[in-house]
Each structure stands twice: as C-alpha cells, then as structure tokens.
C-alpha cells in the first residue's frame, strides 16, 4: 500500500501551488485575454498537467525567432 506521511503531502501540494501559480504568471504575460482565460481555465481544472503544459508551451514559443 502506499503511505504518505504529512509533510510529503505537504510538499507534493506546495509543488503543485507553486506551478499553478508560476502558470498562470506565465499565462498571463500573453498579449491576448482570450488565450489568457483558456489557459487560465485549463490551469485550474487540471491543475498538474494544465501547468507543466502552459510552462513547456511557454518556453516552446519563447524560443521560435519571431520575424518582422
């Protein structure tokens, strides 16, 4: 069986509010409120896996050399 003592929650949910918080920081840097609140909303309903997405897409686009 799996056991987890207290401060392991502790630290798994302090995780998991750090990257929340850190996705939405980064969601929120968009240029465009409708991406904001789609992100936003992914974020908060799938809180894990909303935020690693947000923070790879983020830095994925951050790199593309943008032309003008």
Same mark, same amino acid.
């Given at each position: 069986?799996? *056991?987890? &003592?207290? !401060?392991? %929650? +502790?630290?798994?949910?302090? $995780?998991?509010? !750090?990257? @929340? $918080? &850190? =996705?939405?920081?980064? /969601?929120?840097?968009?240029?465009?409120?409708?991406? *904001?609140? +789609?992100?936003?909303? !992914? +974020?908060?309903? $799938?809180? !894990? %896996?909303? /935020?690693? /997405?947000? %923070?790879?897409? &983020? &830095? =994925?686009?951050?790199?593309? $050399? @943008?032309?003008?």
């Amino acid at each position: 069986m799996l *056991f987890l &003592y207290p !401060f392991q %929650i +502790i630290i798994m949910l302090t $995780v998991l509010l !750090f990257l @929340v $918080v &850190y =996705a939405l920081v980064l /969601a929120s840097k968009n240029k465009s409120n409708t991406r *904001f609140l +789609i992100w936003g909303a !992914f +974020i908060l309903l $799938v809180p !894990f %896996i909303g /935020a690693l /997405a947000c %923070i790879i897409s &983020y &830095y =994925a686009n951050k790199n593309k $050399v @943008v032309s003008a």
